[in-house]
């Protein structure tokens, strides 16, 4: 018996060695808070409303640091992952809150970026999740490859400082948890 308890142990111990060491790679390209800020260059929305939220022409090509606000939060999205349909209508409530507050509003931007999505997947997750901020196909996957391909959803908040370099303030991946607490944290010493 004693044996046995061995072998299973040793076996256990060597799974739970490749999980971790899994775990750890699958992660090791991710964004931190306190990195530099990928070079993503996106393509401003036709919808003339949407370009004037970013404070981007419409139809005109741009990069994050180049949106108007102060702090701009970024979900990697795919329409096909269940946990970022699960968690839609807390990002939803994460735009209606920002767009509630007259402070806020001006300051803070939320866009997604659908990994692997194309055009039409994007427009699909938008009408069935009634999601009312720019959301941007990557159908290439290559804004995915350029933030580590990193699981979804994974968010991440930049700071922009017209003094200097954009600053990674939060990256993680999974729900957001506490919306207030989400967005306290990510707007502090920014927004007065």
Same mark, same amino acid.
């Given at each position: 018996?004693?044996?046995?308890?061995?072998?299973?142990?040793?076996?256990?111990?060597?799974?739970?060695?490749?999980?971790?060491?899994?775990?750890?790679?699958?992660?090791?390209?991710?964004?931190?808070?306190?990195?530099?800020?990928?070079?993503?260059?996106?393509?401003?929305?036709?919808?003339?409303?949407?370009?004037?939220?970013?404070?981007?022409?419409?139809?005109?090509?741009?990069? &994050?640091?180049? &949106?108007?606000?102060?702090?701009? @939060?970024?979900? @990697?999205?795919?329409?096909?992952?269940?946990?970022?349909? %699960?968690?839609?209508?807390?990002?939803?409530?994460?735009?209606? %809150?920002?767009?509630?507050?007259?402070?806020?509003?001006?300051?803070?931007?939320?866009i997604? @970026?659908?990994?692997?999505?194309?055009?039409?997947? =994007?427009? =699909?997750?938008?009408?069935?999740? %009634? &999601?009312?901020?720019?959301?941007?196909?990557?159908?290439?996957?290559? @804004?995915?490859?350029?933030?580590?391909? =990193?699981?979804?959803?994974?968010?991440?908040?930049?700071?922009?400082?017209?003094?200097?370099?954009?600053?990674?303030?939060?990256?993680?991946?999974?729900?957001?948890?506490?919306?207030?607490?989400?967005?306290? %944290?990510?707007t502090?010493g920014? &927004?007065?």
């Amino acid at each position: 018996m004693t044996g046995c308890f061995k072998v299973c142990r040793s076996a256990m111990l060597v799974w739970l060695g490749l999980m971790l060491l899994f775990a750890a790679s699958a992660s090791a390209g991710a964004p931190r808070a306190g990195d530099a800020l990928p070079a993503i260059e996106l393509e401003a929305p036709t919808d003339p409303g949407l370009s004037a939220y970013l404070g981007v022409d419409a139809g005109s090509h741009f990069t &994050i640091p180049e &949106i108007k606000a102060r702090v701009v @939060i970024v979900e @990697i999205f795919s329409m096909y992952c269940p946990y970022c349909q %699960k968690e839609a209508p807390n990002v939803n409530a994460l735009f209606d %809150k920002i767009q509630a507050d007259s402070k806020l509003r001006p300051l803070v931007k939320l866009i997604g @970026i659908g990994a692997g999505n194309s055009a039409y997947e =994007v427009q =699909v997750f938008r009408d069935t999740y %009634k &999601i009312r901020f720019p959301l941007f196909p990557d159908g290439d996957f290559s @804004i995915h490859k350029c933030v580590g391909e =990193v699981r979804t959803p994974f968010f991440m908040a930049v700071q922009l400082d017209p003094q200097g370099p954009p600053q990674l303030v939060y990256a993680a991946a999974g729900a957001l948890q506490d919306v207030d607490a989400f967005l306290q %944290k990510v707007t502090a010493g920014v &927004i007065p």
